[in-house]
Every structure is written in structure tokens, then in C-alpha cells.
């Protein structure tokens, strides 16, 4: 999927960028199968809201046996380590589809692109305290980690609205410095409504928060995060993730629609 210089610059002065119908409805059922799975194994391990603050990481879970720092960093062992329990489909549209859109966004070269996270944000039912306040992803990150480039991508696998737990963003309030905000948060937010499988992109550096579940059905969101270059911890580890767009992997870009 290409995007516009419009979509391009929208997201450069703005801070954030929502694609509609981003996904596919056969490619929205895959995460959503696989986010069932993963919850009712964390259900097991705990409460979703309580103890595992409604995110759930697939490597970090503790669903996988083993996650090898291979896994963690090289595309082909990524594949292969989430092949164990998801359609090859999945992993390849998280590298090719979402990776790829987030790319165009950051740079003109995919080489220096890698996937720092992935990670469902699940809200059960009635789970009005399921709010996150509002933050900026970029402040999670030391002040040499944040030389880097970040944007993730929130993905309702539902519908999204105020009710059930949307995302609100406040757009750059000076493109000229972006990520620079003054005084209380809101100011300016925009509340995203959006149907299963629409994308918003989101600068590392934009504000937003999300509100609880007021609604009687799970609220799903898949949200993998991309970084312009390899971001590590003090020593040589990396911070999450450090998978490369673009390592070979003997399969066309297009194969993971038809896997």
C-alpha cells in the first residue's frame, strides 16, 4: 500500500494520519483470532485489566516457550517463531503492510526501519477504569533512545467510539516543533471514530489517551510500533524489538495474502 503526499504531510504537520478500511476483513480476523487466543491464555494467568494493564505483547506474554533474541531480531526468525501459532499471513502484514505505510512516513529508505513492538490492547466489558491518560510514547524512552524516529500504529479490531474505548489525540499544536505542547492536555483533541481495521498512524511525539469501556463486548485493538533505526537499552540490548523490514525472506511481498 502506497501512501499520498498528502496522507504524508497531514501526518508530518499534524503528528498522527487515520487510513480507513487499512486492513482487510480476512487480515482483521486474523489478529482478532489471535488476540482471542492470547487473552484467554493471559485470563488464565490473571486479570486482564488488574494485573496485565489490558496489554498484551505476543513475544512478552509468556505464551511462546521460548523467544530467542534471533526471534527478536532477525525478520526470518520472527516469522518463524510466530508461524508456531499464527497463519504466516500475520507476521508478513505486520512487516509488509503496516511496516512498509510507517516507513513512508519516517524515511525514503526501508533499511533502517525495524519493528520495536507489537502489542493488543484488550478492554473487556464494563471496564470504565480501562483508561490510559494522557502521555506521549516518545517519553518512555531515554533521551539517547529518543534520536530515533517512532510511530505505532493503533488498529481497532471493532468498531471504536467514545463508549467503548477510542483513542484521542491532540495534533501538533506548532509543526515547526513538534511534540512541543504548553498547559493541560485536550486542548484542540480530536476524538478518533473508527471502524474495524482503520489504522492511525501516530508520531512518537503525539499526545493522546484513550478512554475507558463503557460498552457490554471486548474492545480490541492491535498496535504494532516501528522505529527508524535499532533503539537499545545502556549496553547493547535492545529495547524491545529490533526486527528489519527488509532482510530476505524468500517470499514475495505479496505472498502473505495468499498464505
Not at 480507513?20 to 490473571?46: I, K, P, S
Not at 477504569?129 to 510511530?151: G, K, P
Request: include cysteine; glycine fraction near 6%.
Amino acid at each position: 500500500m502506497s501512501l499520498s503526499l498528502d496522507q504524508i504531510q497531514f501526518y508530518r504537520t499534524n503528528g498522527y494520519l487515520i487510513v480507513d478500511a487499512f486492513l482487510t476483513n480476512e487480515e482483521v480476523q486474523l489478529y482478532q483470532d489471535e488476540a482471542q487466543q492470547l487473552t484467554n491464555y493471559c485470563y488464565e494467568q490473571g486479570d486482564i485489566v488488574a494485573d496485565w494493564g489490558c496489554v498484551i505483547e505476543p513475544l512478552g506474554c509468556g505464551y511462546y516457550d521460548q523467544v530467542t533474541q534471533h526471534a527478536k531480531s532477525n525478520r526470518l526468525g520472527y516469522i518463524a517463531l510466530r508461524a508456531q501459532s499464527v497463519p504466516r499471513a500475520l507476521p508478513l502484514c505486520t512487516l509488509d503492510k503496516f511496516g512498509l505505510c510507517a516507513q513512508q512516513l519516517l524515511s525514503d529508505n526501508a533499511q533502517h526501519m525495524y519493528l520495536l513492538n507489537e502489542q493488543y490492547i484488550v478492554k473487556p466489558p464494563y471496564s470504565e477504569s480501562a483508561q490510559f491518560a494522557w502521555h506521549q510514547d516518545v517519553l518512555y524512552f531515554s533521551e539517547t533512545q529518543r534520536q530515533h524516529s517512532v510511530v505505532s500504529v493503533w488498529t481497532p479490531l471493532n468498531d471504536v467510539s467514545e463508549t467503548n474505548g477510542t483513542v484521542l489525540v491532540e495534533p501538533f499544536p506548532d509543526p515547526m516543533n513538534p511534540g512541543v505542547y504548553r498547559g493541560e492536555p485536550g486542548k484542540g483533541k480530536f476524538t478518533a471514530i473508527m471502524g474495524a481495521g482503520s489504522a492511525i498512524f501516530m508520531d512518537g511525539r503525539l499526545r493522546h489517551c484513550s478512554s475507558g469501556n463503557h460498552s457490554a463486548s471486548f474492545r480490541v485493538v492491535y498496535m504494532p510500533q516501528f522505529s527508524l533505526g535499532r533503539i537499545k537499552r545502556d549496553g547493547d540490548s535492545h529495547a524491545a524489538l529490533a526486527i528489519p523490514l527488509v532482510e530476505p525472506t524468500h517470499v514475495s511481498p505479496l505472498d502473505w495474502r495468499e498464505s
